[in-house]
């Protein structure tokens, strides 16, 4: 197994959405042991603390967006901070709300817009994410990131998206929630995207591996956006956007193992967990598993829970 510099980033982003509590997330984590489970893996572990939003002008409480110019201010700040880690090592975001995905693609999208090469990305969710802002209906912005860094629709105050990541080069698997105004959007798009009723019938491992297929091909960058309610609420309680039938423990780890025998994830985010509602905190410790699956821990090696 090859020895990564792994760059703890906490992204305490709480502005993408009304329901609070995703703030908490990046100490969760670090309490789950996400740290001390990655050097056990032979990793080389930095920790850069949590980061804070850029300077942002104050929001109106009557916007049709919800805290639009603090998530613009986490942009900013998440944008900056991943082109800087691309280049000191495999960086990991702990979220923090979606939105938070706006800046790290945006960040990773540059970085690799520098080295020549193309941006590839793997959206692990129930949601696609696809709204923009004229077209979400609750003024969530945890709901458009995929539509911001592939430069679909106006995101005007957000940083200028000099670096679109390509559509086809964009795949999202687990769908499962997605309403009227994104179906349409995602139907008229090149996104390649699995829905739950294809994995039931033909398993999770066939997309996933021809999507890596095609970034190993065009020689890209991989970065992983895991969302918690990517994984059935019922082993994943703490997400306040649950939605039955998820992807099983089981599938999941074999996603992450699948990434990791491919050595292409060049980037990661964790996001969405929000611990005021997980139980005895087996969430925020299922996520730091199936980060180590896709860091190199094997399925012989996985540890016995006890909640």
């Given at each position: 197994?090859?020895?990564?510099?792994?760059?703890?980033?906490?992204?305490?982003?709480?502005?993408?959405?009304?329901?609070?509590?995703?703030?908490?997330?990046?100490?969760?984590?670090?309490?789950?042991?996400?740290?001390?489970?990655?050097?056990?893996?032979?990793?080389?572990?930095?920790?850069?603390?949590?980061?804070?939003?850029?300077?942002?002008?104050?929001?109106?409480?009557?916007?049709?967006?919800?805290?639009?110019?603090?998530?613009?201010?986490?942009?900013?700040?998440?944008?900056?901070?991943?082109?800087?880690?691309?280049?000191?090592?495999?960086?990991?975001?702990?979220?923090?709300?979606?939105?938070?995905?706006?800046?790290?693609?945006?960040?990773?999208?540059?970085?690799?817009?520098?080295?020549?090469?193309?941006?590839?990305?793997?959206?692990?969710?129930?949601?696609?994410d696809f709204h923009t802002m004229e077209s979400s209906d609750s003024g969530n912005l945890h709901g458009t990131p995929v539509a911001y860094f592939t430069g679909h629709g106006r995101f005007e105050g957000f940083?200028?998206?000099?670096?679109?990541?390509?559509?086809?080069?964009?795949?999202?698997?687990?769908?499962?929630?997605?309403?009227?105004?994104?179906?349409?959007?995602?139907?008229?798009?090149r996104i390649h995207r699995h829905d739950m009723r294809e994995i039931d019938e033909h398993g999770i491992a066939r997309p996933l591996a021809a999507f890596l297929k095609r970034v190993a091909e065009a020689g890209?960058?991989?970065?992983?956006?895991?969302?918690v309610d990517f994984l059935d609420p019922d082993v994943a309680p703490a997400v306040g956007t649950t939605v039955p039938g998820g992807a099983t423990v089981r599938e999941a780890h074999l996603v992450m193992e699948?990434?990791?025998?491919?050595?292409?994830?060049?980037?990661?985010?964790?996001?969405?967990?929000?611990?005021?509602?997980?139980?005895?905190?087996?969430?925020?410790?299922?996520?730091?598993?199936?980060?180590?699956?896709?860091?190199?821990?094997?399925?012989?090696?996985?540890?016995?829970?006890?909640?």
């Amino acid at each position: 197994m090859a020895t990564e510099t792994c760059i703890l980033i906490g992204a305490p982003v709480d502005s993408g959405k009304r329901r609070r509590g995703c703030l908490m997330g990046p100490d969760a984590y670090r309490t789950a042991g996400i740290a001390e489970t990655l050097a056990e893996l032979g990793h080389r572990v930095i920790d850069r603390g949590n980061l804070s939003p850029a300077p942002h002008d104050p929001d109106r409480p009557d916007h049709p967006l919800h805290a639009v110019n603090e998530t613009i201010g986490w942009t900013k700040s998440l944008s900056a901070a991943a082109e800087a880690a691309m280049a000191e090592g495999l960086p990991i975001f702990l979220g923090g709300d979606h939105s938070l995905s706006a800046g790290t693609e945006l960040g990773a999208a540059n970085f690799a817009a520098a080295e020549g090469r193309p941006q590839f990305v793997l959206w692990l969710d129930a949601h696609s994410d696809f709204h923009t802002m004229e077209s979400s209906d609750s003024g969530n912005l945890h709901g458009t990131p995929v539509a911001y860094f592939t430069g679909h629709g106006r995101f005007e105050g957000f940083p200028e998206v000099a670096n679109p990541v390509p559509q086809e080069n964009v795949c999202i698997i687990g769908l499962r929630s997605v309403d009227a105004a994104e179906r349409a959007a995602l139907q008229s798009s090149r996104i390649h995207r699995h829905d739950m009723r294809e994995i039931d019938e033909h398993g999770i491992a066939r997309p996933l591996a021809a999507f890596l297929k095609r970034v190993a091909e065009a020689g890209g960058r991989l970065h992983v956006s895991l969302d918690v309610d990517f994984l059935d609420p019922d082993v994943a309680p703490a997400v306040g956007t649950t939605v039955p039938g998820g992807a099983t423990v089981r599938e999941a780890h074999l996603v992450m193992e699948m990434l990791h025998d491919s050595a292409l994830v060049t980037s990661m985010d964790l996001v969405e967990l929000n611990p005021f509602l997980d139980t005895r905190g087996r969430t925020a410790k299922l996520m730091v598993d199936l980060a180590a699956s896709a860091l190199g821990r094997r399925i012989f090696d996985r540890v016995t829970r006890s909640y």
